[in-house]
């Protein structure tokens, strides 16, 4: 009875050290760091790809995005404060939209955790969502930005050699729509 309790609590302390090791691997990009150079899905819409400025059929990077700073909202279309957050965002896209100094030099791509591109086309419609939507159907940008709960938001700026940098890295809703656009202007140094 020693040598199995012996074992199983050896077999659990192995599989916690294990799971927090790999889990420290997928840790949250915070502010100041590098948002992981990673495949995005591209959008199927001719729209989304021109306002996006993209070219090409499957997949596209960060870098490049025709824009100086890049709005990234991680989602789901089944939690529910994504869905109650919905409304700020398109509020947010129609202001930058409405900002001649800053409308094609800050863009916004809505990323689908766990969702599929039918998924991601009904939360699209359910919402009115104007921006760019990708799914993530494999977790695999979801996984590369340490599993974070959603929603979850990155402003990341683009540099003119193609890195890019994290100026906000969090959970949670904007709240304020004009805050939030005055903070992601200042922080970059679009004025």
Do not use: W
Request: glycine letters at 6%; one cysteine or more.
């Amino acid at each position: 009875m020693k040598k199995t309790s012996a074992f199983i609590f050896a077999a659990i302390l192995c599989f916690t050290f294990s799971y927090q090791a790999a889990q420290a691997g997928n840790r949250t990009p915070a502010k100041g760091e590098s948002f992981p150079d990673i495949a995005l899905v591209m959008p199927d819409k001719p729209s989304d790809k021109d306002y996006l400025g993209l070219k090409g059929k499957n997949t596209f990077k960060l870098s490049q995005v025709n824009a100086d700073v890049v709005i990234l909202e991680v989602f789901s279309m089944y939690c529910p404060y994504c869905q109650r957050e919905a409304p700020l965002v398109n509020q947010l896209y129609d202001m930058i939209n409405k900002r001649m100094d800053i409308k094609n030099r800050v863009k916004i791509i809505g990323i689908g955790a766990g969702n599929t591109p039918f998924e991601v086309g009904i939360f699209r419609n359910q919402y009115n969502i104007q921006f760019p939507l990708v799914p993530d159907e494999s977790f695999a940008v979801h996984k590369a930005v340490g599993e974070v709960r959603t929603p979850h938001f990155f402003v990341v700026k683009i540099n003119t050699d193609g890195s890019n940098s994290i100026i906000y890295s969090k959970v949670g809703s904007i709240q304020d729509p004009n805050q939030f656009l005055d903070m992601i202007v200042q922080d970059s140094g679009l004025k």
